[in-house]
């Protein structure tokens, strides 16, 4: 499988290249050069989870992987997995499931492609004989899932930066009680967008990222978006193969793009419904062909606390019918103007698959209490977010599966607002509340962030 770049100057690359490099060199995001055909293995109603992602994905590796390295890597993280299904449907209510992705090492879906990621730079680089330091900035979860998916990594060194004292005690025991050395977590005493500046400004800083091969994790990496295909095909499948609707709790736009990219491979999934918090410039456009960025105002699912959804260009490069050009010039207006202009023969285009509806903090709370009342289940803000929004557009008629991406003990202060009670602590997490944590916490300064790799990370 080759892979082009939805700005369209880019050389093309294979999978390896496309791994590594996370980000096409004329900035866009790295695409399949053709969408493959799911076959009957992909389809077959009996597969398991791991044997499912096998089949999928198989066909976006070739020429890039050894089929049978592929899927032994796959076994191996899947079967890490809480539950022996991986990703269990259960239902709510008539016609409407929840697709639990939340039973990972860090219990929210990021594990699923995450955890594959971590063994898929090991592979490549093992066979490479190569070295790199992974640096990312977190607002929770991205962090937790990176730290548990490289821990103890030979090939990798992992730079962590969160603000100090915004993120929940659970997701930050997650990264600090890790005990393996190449793991360095850095609480930045600024905000979230501080951490983000200054990993931006390490990786303009030429020599050090070369000296330090300095890589990256985030959403826009194309395998992370591959193996997410794996869970909608795998719910469609075991509804019994008709046409299925999805909900889905959105930030980036990674987790949704992925449904969208197995529709592409020819599963029947003619709606997505894309749930967003009151930061809603997905739900404004699809549904009023707004996308313009407003400030960012913190919510009960702060995963989705974002502005800018960095895996948007990949629709966007569908819509314009790849002509990468054209998806330069539509980038280069949002960033300028901060409104992306888009005609309305392509946003009715994106209408007819799409569907938004923001969900504010108070209705993310009566959904957690509805869904409680109803059912005995608790669900998470985020998830919470995503099964409203499926109990406002849903087609009754049709199957809709909504993706439960966090477990709620994950966030339990939303959870006691919303039933009077906090959901019980999973045996994982309550051992984690006994160790001892280790970060390095700095003042928002790059020069100490620059001397501090340099002293305590392995160069490669
Ligand atoms: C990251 C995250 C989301 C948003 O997913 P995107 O791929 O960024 O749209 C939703 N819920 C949870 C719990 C998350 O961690």
Redesign the pocket.
């Known amino acids: 499988m080759r892979y082009l770049s939805t700005r369209g100057e880019a050389a093309e690359r294979d999978f390896s290249g496309v791994l590594l490099t996370g980000l096409a060199e004329d900035g866009g995001l790295w695409q399949p050069a053709a969408w493959p055909r799911l076959d009957e293995a992909a389809r077959a109603p009996g597969a398991g989870y791991a044997a499912r992602a096998f089949a999928v994905t198989r066909p976006f590796v070739a020429g890039g992987l050894e089929a049978e390295d592929w899927r032994a890597l796959l076994a191996g993280v899947y079967a890490g997995f809480r539950h022996p299904a991986t990703a269990p449907l259960v239902q709510l209510d008539t016609n409407l499931w929840l697709m639990e992705l939340f039973h990972g090492p860090t219990f ?3 594990d699923l492609a995450m955890q594959a990621l971590g063994r898929l730079f090991d592979l490549v680089l093992k066979a490479r004989s190569e070295r790199i330091t992974i640096i990312g900035a977190t607002s929770g ?1 991205t962090g937790a899932a990176a730290v548990e998916a490289v821990r103890g990594l030979e090939t990798i060194d992992l730079v962590m930066l969160y603000p100090h004292g915004r993120i929940s005690d659970v997701q930050r025991r997650q990264m600090t009680t890790v005990e393996e050395p190449n793991i360095h977590t850095v609480a930045l005493e600024g905000t979230f967008d501080d951490c983000q500046d200054l990993v931006k400004a390490l990786f303009a800083d030429t020599r050090l990222r070369e000296e330090w091969r300095f890589a990256a994790v985030n ?1 826009i990496n194309w395998a992370r978006v591959m193996v997410q295909t794996v869970y909608y095909v795998h719910a469609a499948v075991q509804l019994g193969g008709g046409p299925v609707a999805f909900s889905v ?8 793009y992925a449904g969208c990219a197995a529709r592409e491979m020819g599963l029947d999934a003619p709606r997505f419904i894309v749930g967003s918090n009151s930061n809603d410039i997905l739900a404004r456009f699809f549904e009023a062909g707004d996308m313009s960025t407003r400030p960012v105002t913190p919510s009960w699912s702060p ?2 606390d974002i502005q800018v959804s960095s895996n948007f260009e990949r629709l966007l490069h569908d819509l314009l019918e790849r002509d990468g050009p054209a998806v330069a010039r539509h980038m280069a207006a949002f960033r300028q103007s901060g409104r992306l202009p888009l005609d309305e023969a392509r946003w009715q285009a994106a209408r007819r698959l799409f569907r938004g509806h923001a969900v504010d903090d108070e209705d993310t709370l009566a959904e957690i209490a509805r869904t409680h009342a109803a059912t005995g289940m608790t669900v998470d803000p ?1 998830t919470a977010v995503g099964v409203a929004a499926a109990r406002a557009l849903r087609d009754p008629a049709m199957p809709t599966v909504a993706l439960a ?2 477990h709620p003990a994950k966030f339990p202060d939303a959870v006691e607002r919303a039933i009077g009670r906090r959901p019980p602590l999973p045996d994982a997490l309550a051992a984690q509340a006994e160790r001892p944590e280790r970060a390095a916490r700095m003042a928002n300064d790059l020069g100490l962030l620059k001397t501090f790799i340099r002293e305590r990370v392995r160069r490669p």
């Open positions: 929210a879906f990021k979860d959403s709790p959105s930030g980036n736009f990674g987790n949704v995963s989705m985020h991406t966090a």
